[in-house]
Structures are given as structure tokens and as C-alpha cells.
């Protein structure tokens, strides 16, 4: 960093309970430690409480508050307990000096704490990825957020197609070491978030899914977060992807742009949702984010871990919902379309159209 400039470092309040730096009661502890690094936002974007537009507290990103703590008070409490985190996960803010902040900033986390180290920075380039491994970050996350094109420009600002783009290319020239964030409800449909999924997955880029929640001050401070059997299906598709376990992955659309089929029975699903209880948060290694998108006591899109009390009930509610919702649980390979037995394949329903 530069000579007196100044380091705005934050810490989200769940990570400052754990570490004794707070006193207040929590219905589920943070796995990672949750830090954010830099000042006032540049970004506008429209559902984003640290954006420059935002009316009133900027102390907020989603639901969760950040504190400001000192650097040196920080390090301390992480020597003081090294057990207290499986990870540190650094947010950021378009603002200043943020890089030089970081790069300075990891090497001295990693001197207190061995845990693996992730950091949500966008960077531009490769020079800017390799700076940032060689410090000692394990993973980046490049955050995409929304996932129209339809939206982009006026929810996130830029083009969608360029910001897919950097990501792929991280992703490819950093195999394994490259996430990105998307936020379910800010207006898309399925078929368009499912569509990046798959494209990013192929890439080897990890997504982390995100429940639209309104920020008060925000342009979106009035939206809804999103239908809970969308997010769920979601939610399936990505641990199909992530796990691999299935022959066929075949994803098929209704005239609605909605996920209508993936190749999987009522059994099969059933099974693998017993096996890999993908309603949970979805994240690098070690994150949880305790109601990072939900308030305590309602409705739960990413639980913070696997309660085994409540799997049964959230596997019946899904597949209720999803036979409400019309979903086709015919087996993949038994439809038109399909090809051989082991291929993992991806398809739009051929027999609907999407302008009907």
C-alpha cells in the first residue's frame, strides 16, 4: 500500500462473535471468517447495499452487518484461535486501492491462521490473479450476480456476455481456483440461469448460488426473493453437476423458460438428495454463510448445515412442489433426444416451444 493510505477493513458480525469480539446471541456460527476490504463502492448495483447509490446505512451486504475492526485486533483474535475457522473468505468493494490492500493484508492472515484463503475481487487480468495467488489466496471469486443479458446493464451495469467471458477465461487458465457468485430472483428465468450453470461448470468455474434478498436503501429495497421450488431446482442442478453420480443429466425446459425435467424419476431423486442434501449453503470448502439470505425462523433457501430433522420434511415439500409445479420425472434415455447409456448430456425439451 501506499504511504498513509488508509485500510478500511471489515468483518461480518458473525465472524467477530466467534472470534470474542462480540457478544450477541446467533442461531447458527459462521464456518468461515468473513472480512471485507475497501471503502465506498464505485458500483451501482441495483440490489447491492455498499453500492454508491444506496439511501441511508451502507453498513450492510445482504442481510449481515460488518463492523469495522482493526487490522491488528483482527490478527490477534486469529492467532488466539486457530481452530475457530476452516477458511477466511475476503469481500470486496469497487473502490481504491482495494488490491494493494488485499495483497498486503493475506499474506499477514495466512501468518495467523493456516486455513485456505478466498478472496471476491474482480480482477481484470492474469497479472492480477497471479499477484494474488502468489500472496497466498487460495481461490478468487469473480462475482457474475445476474444472469440476463435481458437485466445486466440495468441491475449490475456492463454486459453480461463480457463479464461471462472473464470468468471462462479464469476459469480455463486457472483450473480449479476460480468461483463465481449468481444471484437467484433479480427478475431472470430458469432456462437462463440453468444455461450459465452448465456453461460455467464446463469450465471447471465453482458456483455459488445466492437468494435475491431486499437491502432497504437499495433500488430493489421492494423486490421479493425468489419462488422456493426455482431456487430448489437450482439448487438439484448444481449438486448433479458438482457430484457427477447420475448417467445422465438431461435438463429440459417448458414453454415457460422453467426446468421442466432432468432426466431423473421421483426415486432417483429422492436418492440423491438422501446422499447429498444440496439445499445447504453451496460455496468454496468450509462455508456455511448463516443467513447471509434468510431471517431466522423463515423460509430457507441455503441452510448453514445438515440438520437431519429437517431433511425428510424439505425433500417431500420439493418433490410436492415440483409435482405441483408440473415437473416431467421421466427417466433420461426413455424421450426423444436422448443418446446413449453414460453420456452426460444437456438438452432443451423439444417438445414445447419456447415463444408459445
Given at each position: ?239 448433479l453437476l458438482d457430484w457427477q453420480e447420475e448417467e445422465h443429466v438431461c435438463v429440459a425446459y417448458n414453454a415457460r423458460k422453467s426446468i421442466h425435467g432432468l432426466g431423473l424419476n421421483e ?72 443418446t446413449q447409456k453414460g453420456v452426460v448430456q444437456y438438452y432443451r425439451g423439444a417438445e414445447e416451444s419456447l415463444d408459445s
Amino acid at each position: 500500500m501506499q504511504a498513509g493510505e488508509p485500510v478500511s477493513l471489515r468483518a461480518s458480525i458473525g465472524t467477530l462473535v466467534v472470534l470474542g469480539l462480540r457478544d450477541i446471541r446467533m442461531a447458527a456460527s459462521p464456518t468461515t471468517a468473513y472480512l471485507m476490504v475497501g471503502g465506498q463502492c464505485s458500483g451501482d448495483c441495483a440490489y447491492c447495499g455498499q453500492g454508491r447509490g444506496v439511501i441511508g446505512d451502507h453498513s450492510r451486504l445482504s442481510r449481515i452487518s460488518w463492523p469495522e475492526v482493526g487490522e491488528e485486533e483482527l490478527v490477534d483474535a486469529l492467532v488466539a484461535q486457530p481452530g475457530a475457522f476452516q477458511r477466511v473468505c475476503f469481500q470486496t468493494t469497487a473502490s481504491r486501492g482495494v488490491l494493494r490492500q488485499l495483497l498486503a493484508l493475506v499474506p499477514r492472515i495466512r501468518q495467523a491462521s493456516d486455513v485456505p484463503i478466498s478472496v471476491s475481487y474482480r480482477v481484470t487480468t492474469f497479472e492480477e490473479a497471479d499477484q494474488l495467488f502468489a500472496a497466498g489466496v487460495q481461490r478468487i471469486g469473480v462475482a457474475i450476480d445476474c444472469c440476463s443479458e435481458r437485466l445486466y446493464p440495468q441491475l449490475r451495469g456492463g454486459s453480461l456476455f463480457d463479464s461471462i467471458s472473464l470468468v471462462k477465461g479464469l476459469g480455463r487458465q486457472y483450473r480449479g481456483r476460480i468461483s463465481t457468485h449468481l444471484i437467484i430472483g433479480l427478475g431472470e428465468d430458469e432456462m437462463e440461469a440453468a444455461e450459465l450453470m452448465l456453461e460455467l461448470h464446463r469450465v471447471g468455474v465453482l458456483v455459488s448460488l445466492f437468494a435475491f434478498t431486499p437491502v432497504r436503501g437499495t433500488r430493489m429495497e421492494h423486490g421479493a426473493p425468489p419462488a422456493l421450488v426455482s431456487y430448489r431446482k437450482l439448487q438439484l442442478l448444481q449438486g448433479l453437476l458438482d457430484w457427477q453420480e447420475e448417467e445422465h443429466v438431461c435438463v429440459a425446459y417448458n414453454a415457460r423458460k422453467s426446468i421442466h425435467g432432468l432426466g431423473l424419476n421421483e426415486g432417483q431423486v429422492r436418492s440423491f438428495l438422501h446422499r447429498h442434501f444440496v439445499f445447504v449453503t453451496h460455496g468454496c470448502p468450509g462455508c456455511n454463510r448463516p443467513f447471509y439470505n434468510e431471517t431466522p425462523g423463515g423460509t430457507m433457501f441455503n441452510y448453514p448445515n445438515v440438520q437431519l430433522e429437517t431433511v425428510d420434511r424439505e425433500i417431500d415439500r420439493f418433490i410436492d412442489d415440483l409435482k405441483s409445479d408440473g415437473f416431467d420425472f421421466t427417466v433420461a434415455g426413455t424421450r426423444a433426444g436422448d443418446t446413449q447409456k453414460g453420456v452426460v448430456q444437456y438438452y432443451r425439451g423439444a417438445e414445447e416451444s419456447l415463444d408459445s
